[in-house]
């Protein structure tokens, strides 16, 4: 089966650094998403990696390690409309199914 | 970038009834739409991935029957939710992969939020 693991809450302060961690085990793996959810809304595209590296956009950097089924979201310069649901998800089964991680619910306080 | 929308936002239906959502896809064609399910506080979960011309693939565990889908156009898929339950409340979202390129980026529609009484 697919599993992939996210810390469920986590919290931080304006201005500073903070790194999602995402861990997974899937039959198959086609690359991985980082998804942005403000409540009550649908998921905003945040980064994609296939290869292993880091991959930097802006205040957002994501980093793979297809060898240890791991991946991380970096958010730089925190501010507080950053707070939200942030979403790992992988692409399995023939490169189109995305499966979702339960997503790491960020307070960002002052 | 690419825009998905979904109709109606929000809906509020009796028990027993059907509910139709739409999902288009704005700016580009779209051969594969996906629909999701989200459950408060809970990660989206796949319930089936529709095929523009051909029939959707449903995931395990998610009743093709009650949940009927078609993709008539490359812009449009419906899914319909046959003589809906107050367990069918949730928040359903739909995706749109753009026709095969670099990337596998899948663009999400802003969802519709389900009340079944």
């Known amino acids: 089966g697919q599993n992939i693991d996210q810390p469920t809450e986590m919290t931080a302060t304006e201005g500073a650094i903070v790194q999602i961690n995402c861990t997974y085990q899937t039959s198959g793996f086609n690359g991985l998403f980082w998804y942005q959810q403000h409540a009550g809304e649908a998921p905003t595209f945040l980064s994609y990696?296939?290869?292993?590296g880091l991959e930097e956009k802006g205040r957002f950097s994501s980093f793979l390690s297809r060898s240890k089924g791991y991946s991380y979201l970096l958010l730089k310069e925190l501010q507080m409309k950053d707070s939200a649901s942030y979403l790992c998800a992988v692409i399995t089964g023939g490169g189109n199914k995305l499966t979702f991680g339960t997503g790491t619910q960020l307070k960002v306080e002052l | 970038g690419a825009v998905v929308s979904q109709h109606p936002s929000r809906v509020i239906c009796k028990s027993g009834t059907s509910v139709k959502i739409e999902c288009r896809s704005l700016?580009?064609?779209?051969?594969?739409m996906f629909w999701y399910r989200q459950f408060p506080k809970q990660s989206l979960m796949l319930m089936a991935t529709?095929?523009?011309?051909?029939?959707?693939?449903?995931e395990q565990g998610v009743e093709k029957d009650k949940f009927l889908i078609n993709h008539a156009s490359l812009t449009l898929s419906t899914l319909t939710v046959t003589s809906a339950h107050p367990e069918d409340s949730s928040f359903y979202i739909c995706?749109?992969?753009?026709?095969?390129?670099?990337?596998?980026?899948?663009?999400f529609g802003p969802g519709t939020r389900l009340l079944v009484l």
């Open positions: 700016d580009f064609q779209a051969t594969t």
């Open positions: 990696n296939v290869l292993d």
């Open positions: 995706s749109a992969r753009d026709l095969p390129g670099l990337e596998e980026t899948q663009y």
């Open positions: 529709s095929n523009e011309g051909s029939k959707a693939t449903y």
